[in-house]
């Protein structure tokens, strides 16, 4: 089937494509705009549907083009059970957003941009599951966070929408460079950069002493994507989306793209102590945590957002839980939790939409209203809770045969599962009875059963999670066997059907549901404890991002003040001091000083008097008390200079010397005699012994390399060349000026290019007139001072 | 002013007999045109409405002309042309390499952006003060730096670009700019006089200042020469240029005061200068000394990138902060300076590349943000997400660029790095950069979110701005373009650059082209 | 005498370093033109010294004879002392500027680009 | 300083260091010269032109803007070093041409009006730095 690579190329693009469109689709047809769009993932979804036969044979489809072949890098796909499992929740479930999303954001003003960054997650979702190479899976990963960034942050208006946009950002940000991290490690480790050869080098890297290092890195990206304690808190935050980004984010995509990543992972790390230890305490962890948090909640979204962190946490608790039917379970879970949650929450937005409030205490009655909404959320509930001939019921089953053996750790994780499923089978029927049942309660708005885009989505899926559990031969077949065995790396056949088997997990689901419906019969008293025990707590993660950040932010401005003071001292002094430092240093450490030199003896008097004079002039400048004698000793120090330029054949140099020192000591005292200075250098004591201490290493270490290179023997090649060339070829006889105009003009041209900037720069600087500061407006500048 | 006194000489003792193709032109002529039309536009520097019409023509040529430079240079490799046609080393050669010829080009991209910008951006005044002449000379500074093949010619371009920079520095007509130009002027002065000073030991030592025969010649002096004192003091004055920690004081107490679009010219280009000479020296001159120091150049790397972004989120002003953001990203380029090899070369290389129009990017949208919001600082901007949707793209794709997120060219770069920092194992500089990606990734996060997302704040409502002129917003897009553009197909820079690590790396190429038959010896 | 220059650029280097480390834009300025200065005599040394005899090719010959001095130095120098000179130039003006514009040479009370005191960035989202 | 005895030497004197400048820079190819020298000489004539007679009378005598002498300096430096593209040889490649001029035998060559646009960048440039700071003097 190579021919289909095109198709399934344009199907990954696809979703990315419509997005451009999806702005001038809805300019176009309003709301409407999102059947035509819908199209898009629908044909995706067509497309993957082809594959089932070849992959429930146990075959895997993978295809790819070069893509950045110099990093040895492929656009490479590769569907086996569990990508294509994924790949058709993330379209199929797509395609009931973007129609569920026309209705839902009906009217809004950028109903057309919402859309479009829909669309554009999709795309990033769809890529991630089935990508093959590291690197593209990364960039899809990222993709969904940045993505995620926009979706979430939809309300821009309002403070919390930007606050949990970036809580998501950061979070997953920085999971993200864990996980790249971790990828290039597996990289390294393997010599592998492609998920799909990772299964045969399995042995090198559960023995290589990186395991550990590369599993915590991996997990790193897994735990912040799937809103694992402590790194859940950005997920409930997420829930300032719109109602059809949460619905999405939550069902099959963004928060399982870590349940994906591990599963991809479990046939290469799995199976190991860490493994088996970090998966299911965190994932247990996350569980209790999650449902418990749940309780509290009296916000329909808020609630499900909670049992989407729990059964995130069942999820990973299941993927490390190396038992039978551990994996098998994990797979129908992930299944049945992205049905009955995509319909959930559909039906929150819904209840939402049309009476104007989620509050689960103000709800009620809607039954007569909303029918179809009702029915929709029954049948997710039922699932959701676990009851027979649903989806639901088939994974919880599975659960128990996985989780109840005898050992203690079996035991623990046994009552942690009973206790977290109990609790979510309450909130289930909470969020799917409460607002529908009882007497009627007045909303804000008049409740209507709501336009046939908005209640599609969820009445399918509720459908299909009792289709599923019917049809279990089938949806085994197609669905959770090439699954599991794909994330099991080896053939495994499910066959949990939904009529009831006697036994020890029917005892443990008939215990969970009794307790979920005491907890259910008794919600108000449970959320009383638990907002008693969470105020007792304090805060938790989520207001510490808050630390964090105001915290990151403050640090950085002390770090800030320190290294960046504002003082030109400082910088100074910090310059010189490392100069000394670059200069003796490695002189020392590396034996680079210069052997000891004999006295100069052949220098004659006038010479040595020269010398002595620049050195007085020097020092004068330094002791100088006035303008005066500093700009005359300037002149003195230079005019040596140009002397000994003179002595020691220079006569170019120190004609020129000669002149740019007047000129310089003319216009140094042209300009300071206009300046009131104060006269003398004061300097502390400390500060002179310091700053004298700086100067005289920095000058040492200029001599002692000077000494050193100079006594090397020197190689004339080029003197002697110029020497021999000069007049016979560049007909000069100054040597000097024919380097300058001849054999190193370019250097020249780029002096001349310097002396004429020079001229125009203080030109600019004596001309241009200048404002204050005005650092908060941009008014145009309006200065003019030419008057040349 | 006689002429010859002798009979004939054999000219080909001293001179390059072989005729000289045209085509051999291309490594001199962006240089060449740009100081011709430098000292063009000085002589019309009055008729200000001329200005433009020069500059904007000259710069697409200078973009054409480096193209082609590049486009030879990937299917030939390195040639040289020696000024005066003297045999190297004892003219000046110009050798293009794929190193000089990437950023050659990358630099003319973006000047043209700014050049175009400038056209709005810069008043009568500033105009009349040289904008355009001072334009022209800093790209003659820097593509004669990257093109340049003689260490001291190297000094003497630095020098051109460094005055050109005072001269764009203090156009802006602030006064704020006076205490940054003197900052500026004094810390650069020092960084550009120790460079000199070592092309002043190089000489001393190897007799030579051609750099092909300075690699040639290394092999022999390592033995007595004090060449890691030397290399040292060669980092220093190149980590002051590129502005790595702890010598970076410079840029944040100046990049801020001028004109945006003089601001965006520095940030994309004068620290790359510095880069691109510490590449230069510390590679393909003293590689063994770059091995030993490896460990002082990760440290300062590490130090830099999170300061760096430390630095970045401290601020409210949008114009400090991208400073801020160019040290970081300084502290990537030298982290791949630092591990080596032909990964981490072409990762510094690649990220360099991206950088130049990353940051040229960066404040361009500093500035039309703060001209449509009315302020530089994120104190009171606010509610450019609806007054500008465009304006909200580009600053979403700039953002994630610089953060170094996909689908955008900051991506690669950083995996191509971090790839060879865990390639050798450490962890500590993986670590580094990960954490200030992470922290820029907080940093322009909550740029986007103050300033775009948050709504306008009803003390900022002000006149309506007047809607960009294609003059501020098509460089913008032009320059968001090639950061997507080469976020979603990265293969064709990477190719080049890993092909100039190689260059780099194994001199051979370049040294060949400068010496075809093996040299005057 | 090689060592003898490499003494006296030793101070000179000491004695630019020393006055740069002033507070005071004036002798930060002196410091850069002696910086230069050494820089200069640096390179001249770099190139190895010879007495007297400039490399000025007589008339009678078509050579500089190898008594004379190393010219390639010089033409550094000379490209090196004019550019240091330009700098120096616009440095001068550029403190006479800072002086009207700010009324100070003191480099410490030079924080406009960069103000003493600035408030936090805003801490919320 | 506008003294009559300055007044009185300054026009000379100016006279002869412009002469004078113009002899250093065509004899530095074989002595001790040059462009830059001569340049800087012949800056200082206007300088003290400039201080006897004020700028404008300079800016008046000199009738273009320093600026403008630096920046066609320039062009004529560069331009001297593109030239050899038309020969078919390197950048900055010397070109010698002997032309006869009533009978004797005129060297021109591209170094010699390279070494000009040395001359008239640093007339230009340091002229316009020594005008432009004499200018806030006699505000």
Known sequence: MADQAPLTLLCLFLPFLTALLAPAAVRRFGHGGSWGLALAPLLAFLHFLTFLPQISAGEVVTGGYAWVPSLNLSFSWFLDGLSLTFALLITGIGTLIVLYSGGYMKGHPQQGRFLCFILLFMGAMLGLVVSDSFLMLFVYWELTSITSFLLIGFDHEREAARRSALQALVVTGLGGLSLLAGLIFLWNMTGVTQLSLLVNVDDTLRNSPFYLAALLLLLGGAFTKSAQFPFHFWLPNAMEAPTPVSAYLHSATMVKAGVYLLMRLNPVMGATPAWEILLPFFGGVTLIAGTLLAIRQTDLKLMLAYTTMASLGLLVMLTGFDTPHAVEAAVLYLVAHSLFKGALFMVAGLVDHEAGTRDVTKLGGLRGDMPITFAAALLAALSMGGLPLFLGFLAKEEIYYALAHGDLRSIVFTLVAIVGNGLMFAIAFAVALKPFLGPHVETPKHAHEGPPLMWIGPALLASLGLVGGVLSGVAHRFVSTPMASAVAGEPRLVEISTIPHLGMPLLLSVITVAFGVLVYLRLDQARDMMVRLLTAIGSGPDRGFDHVVSGLVRLSVAVTRIVQPGRLEIYITVTFVLLALTLLVPSFLYGELPDMPTWPDELYFHEWAIILLAVIGLFAVLRASDRLTAIVSLGIQGFAVAVIFLLFGAADLAFTQFMVETLSVVILALVMTRLRLSPRDHRPPRQFAFDAAISIACGLGFTLLLMKTTQLPFNLELTEFFNTYSKVIAHGANVVNVILVDFRGTDTLGEIAVVMITGLAVLALIRVRLRDPLPDTNVETTAEGDRS | ???????????????????????????????????????????????????????????????????????????????????????????????????????????????????????????????????????????????????????????????????????????????????????????????????????????????????????????????????????????????????????????????????????????????????????????????????????????????????????????????????????????????????????????????????????????????????????????????????????????????????????????WPKIIILKAALDIGAWWLSAALLVSALILTLTLGRVFLLAFWRPQLASAVGEPVSPATWHRSGPLVGLVAVLVFFGMFPDLPVRLSQGAAATLLDPTAYIQSVFPTGGAE | METLFSLLIGVFFASAVYLMLSKHTVRILLGIAILGNGVNLLLFTAGRLTREIPPIIPFDSDVLPSAAANPLPQALILTAIVISFSFFAFLLVLTYRGYQELGTDNTDEMRLAEPKDESLPPLGY | MNTLILRTVAPPITALMLVFSVFVLLRGHNEPGGGFIGGLIAASALAIYGIAYGVSAVRHAIRFHPMAIAGFGLLVGALSGVVSIFAGVPFMTGLWIYPSIFGVEVPLATVISFDIGVYFVVLGSVGSIALALEERETD
């Open chain 2, 1 to 411: 002013m006689a002429a010859p006194t002798t009979a004939p000489i054999d000219l080909s003792a001293a001179m390059v007999m072989a005729p000289t193709a045209l085509a051999d032109w291309l490594v001199i002529a962006p240089m060449g045109l740009m100081i011709t039309l430098g000292a063009v536009l000085m002589m019309v520097r009055h008729k200000l409405h001329l200005h433009g019409w020069i500059a904007i023509p000259g710069l697409v040529a200078l973009v054409i002309l480096d193209g082609l430079l590049l486009w030879r240079v990937a299917v030939d490799g390195p040639f040289t042309m020696t000024a005066g046609r003297w045999l190297p080393p004892f003219g000046i050669s110009f050798t293009a390499d794929l190193l000089g010829a990437l950023l050659a080009f990358t630099s003319g991209i973006v000047a043209l952006a700014a050049g175009i910008y400038g056209l709005r951006d810069i008043n009568a005044t500033g105009r009349r003060y040289g904008f355009f002449p001072f334009l022209m000379l800093l790209m003659a500074g820097v593509t004669g730096a990257f093109l340049t093949g003689d260490i001291f010619n190297l000094y003497v371009w630095f020098e051109v670009l460094l005055i050109s920079s005072f001269g764009l520095l203090i156009l802006g007509s602030e006064r704020q700019q006076v205490d940054g130009a003197l900052k500026y002027a004094v810390l650069n002065l020092i960084g550009t006089t120790l460079f000199l000073i070592a092309v002043g030991y190089v000489y001393a030592i190897f007799g030579t200042l051609n750099m092909a025969d300075i690699a040639r010649k290394v092999p022999e002096q390592r033995d007595v020469a004090p060449l890691l004192t030397l290399s040292t003091l060669f980092i220093l004055a190149f980590a002051m240029k590129a502005a790595a920690f702890p010598v970076n004081f410079w840029l944040p107490a100046s990049y801020h005061t001028p004109r945006v679009v003089v601001s965006a010219l520095f940030g994309g280009l004068l620290t790359k200068v510095g880069v691109y000479a510490m590449i230069r020296v510390m590679v393909m001159l003293f590689p063994l000394e770059r091995e030993e120091l490896s460990l002082l150049l990760a440290i300062a790397a590490a130090l830099t990138m999170v300061l760096g972004a430390l630095g970045a989120l401290a601020q409210s002003d949008l114009r400090r902060m991208a400073g801020f953001a160019v040290i970081a990203g300084i502290g990537n380029v030298v982290a791949g300076v630092a591990i080596g090899g032909q990964t981490g070369i072409s990762g510094a290389i690649l990220y360099a590349l991206h950088s130049i129009v990353a940051m040229t990017a960066l404040y361009l949208l500093a500035g039309e943000a703060a001209r449509i919001g009315g302020s530089w600082s994120l104190q009171t901007l606010g509610g450019l997400y609806r007054q500008a949707p465009g304006l909200a793209v580009s600053a979403f794709v700039i953002f994630f660029a610089t953060a170094g997120l996909p689908p955008f060219s900051g991506l």
